[in-house]
């Protein structure tokens, strides 16, 4: 195992993301292998949060198993942090997220937050979001529909095999986008019917990230 390990660098990040946890309070939790090692390290950390509003059955099941309580998003008004990864973040802190099939739950516990500290490896690092397949969470019957306009815009949007996400919805991944204007982009998706939430993180980008690499974990604030 080397410095530059994957898994070594997902553990850094998540470690280093722990100076954002205050004892006592109600803690936003994403999804993903990234927030499973930051799971582990809140609860070997022994941190007194009162609980954890979490974005996905894959980490309530995974906050509960190590001991952490999980409230509803329903019973808090609001969070001082959300803490989560992306599948790419560029260097305006705009996000795509959605490989985990998480996105609706995590777009609504980070409306929750004050600030959303993103956590990943450098490979994340993009300067223009795209190159990672754009995941959009769809209603089944508009999946026709949606494909037909993604392909207007160039891009070919594949239905992922297999998933139903948290939510009994489907996800689309989008290819072949260069996101040069994430906002407008996101806007714009938004408004298609048929579609639940698009994986541009743009109107909920990042406060800060924490970037792990070679040089270790480096802070970036938006
Ligand atoms: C899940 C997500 C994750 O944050 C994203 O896929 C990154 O995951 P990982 O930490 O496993 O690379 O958006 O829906």
């Known amino acids: 195992m080397t410095l530059t390990d994957p898994q070594t660098l997902k553990r ?38 009162a609980a954890c509003v979490s974005s996905s059955e894959r980490s309530t099941q995974r906050l509960r198993a190590a001991g952490l309580r999980v409230v509803e998003a329903g019973e808090v008004e609001r969070l001082a942090v ?15 997220k ?74 689309l991944d989008v290819h072949g986008l260069s996101i040069s204007d994430p906002l407008a982009l996101e806007v714009e998706l938004n408004q298609w019917p048929g579609v639940v939430c698009v994986g541009i993180f743009a109107r909920h980008r990042a406060a800060l990230a924490l970037i792990a690499g070679a040089q270790g974990v480096q802070r970036f604030d938006y």
């Open 12 to 49: 850094q990040v998540a470690q280093a993301a722990l100076a954002f946890v205050e004892p006592g309070q109600v803690l936003g939790v994403g999804t993903g292998s990234t927030v499973d090692c930051f799971i582990d390290a809140l609860a070997a950390s022994g941190l007194d949060v």
């Open 82 to 96: 959300y803490i989560d990864g992306a599948d790419e973040i560029d260097p305006r802190g705009h996000m795509i």
């Open 98 to 171: 959605g490989g985990g099939a998480a996105l609706t739950r995590e777009k609504i516990v980070a409306d929750l937050a004050e600030r959303f500290v993103c956590i990943a490896d450098a490979s994340k690092c993009v300067p223009v979001l795209g190159r990672f397949p754009l995941p959009v969470e769809v209603i089944p019957m508009a999946v026709p529909q949606l494909q037909r306009r993604f392909a207007r815009l160039g891009a070919e949007a594949r239905l992922r095999e297999g998933c139903r996400t948290d939510n009994g919805q489907l996800i």
